[in-house]
């Protein structure tokens, strides 16, 4: 059995690789790989948090120079990232595994407000934590938000958007091949020790 070299970890998800082969958008099939590689990572015993972009849907920047102003741009673009985890949530829920997505800006109608020890509480009871809505705050990536939950939530680490082997540890479990389909994005082999 493998055991992997970490029980915790942030993934980075780009928002532009929940589009898939597409330019723009939610392609569900990729998203369906994501989820399965996520789920398959979790039933080798990592607790995970995933922080998602929103750059499928909209970039703030671009946004803003358009006319926008850069503020209300990022919150444009904080607000596809939540779009893009509540995909993300129903499909690790259909993989079969609990999820929460928690978002840096307030909608309690749509999805829990982010506050450190509920996540940790999620965590620790094996649930699938989506952070979203970035750090709340203009002129910070989701890269930025990446880093930040993981110093949070120490001794979490944080990955670097490339999957390689979180895959390959799937694959280990002897997992269908359209589970994992080499889609996952973050590279354990890049983890800050």
Same mark, same amino acid.
């Not at 503020?71 to 779009?83: C, E, I, Q, R, S």
């Not at 203009?138 to 938000?145: E, L, N, Q, R, S």
């Not at 120490?154 to 390689?164: A, G, T």
């Given at each position: 059995m493998i055991v992997p070299g970490f029980r915790r970890v942030i993934v980075k998800l780009s928002g532009e690789a929940l589009s898939g082969p597409e330019a723009f958008g939610i392609h569900q099939p990729t998203?369906?790989?994501?989820?399965?590689?996520?789920?398959?990572?979790?039933?080798?015993g990592v607790t995970i948090g995933v922080v998602v972009g929103g750059g499928n849907v909209l970039r703030g920047v671009q946004v803003a120079a358009q006319g926008v102003s850069r503020?209300?741009?990022?919150?444009?673009?904080?607000?596809? %990232?939540?779009?893009n985890a509540l995909v993300l949530e129903a499909a690790i829920e259909r993989a079969g595994a609990s999820a929460r997505t928690m978002s840096a800006l307030t909608m309690p109608q749509v999805c829990e407000t982010y506050e450190r020890a509920r996540a940790m509480r999620h965590l620790d009871e094996n649930r699938v934590v989506i952070f979203a809505g970035g750090?709340?705050?203009?002129?910070?990536?989701?890269? %930025? %938000?990446?880093?930040?939950?993981?110093?949070?939530?120490?001794?979490?680490?944080?990955?670097?958007?490339?999957?390689?082997?979180?895959?390959?540890?799937?694959?280990?479990?002897?997992?269908?091949?359209?589970?994992?389909?080499?889609?996952?994005?973050?590279?354990?082999?890049?983890?800050?020790?």
């Open positions: 998203i369906d790989r994501f989820a399965a590689d996520i789920v398959a990572a979790r039933h080798l503020p209300t741009g990022d919150a444009m673009g904080m607000l596809a %990232t939540v779009m750090t709340g705050n203009p002129f910070f990536t989701t890269d %930025t %938000t990446a880093v930040l939950r993981a110093a949070e939530k120490h001794p979490l680490k944080e990955l670097v958007p490339r999957y390689n082997e979180l895959v390959e540890l799937a694959r280990q479990r002897k997992l269908p091949a359209d589970a994992t389909g080499g889609s996952i994005a973050v590279s354990v082999s890049n983890c800050i020790k």
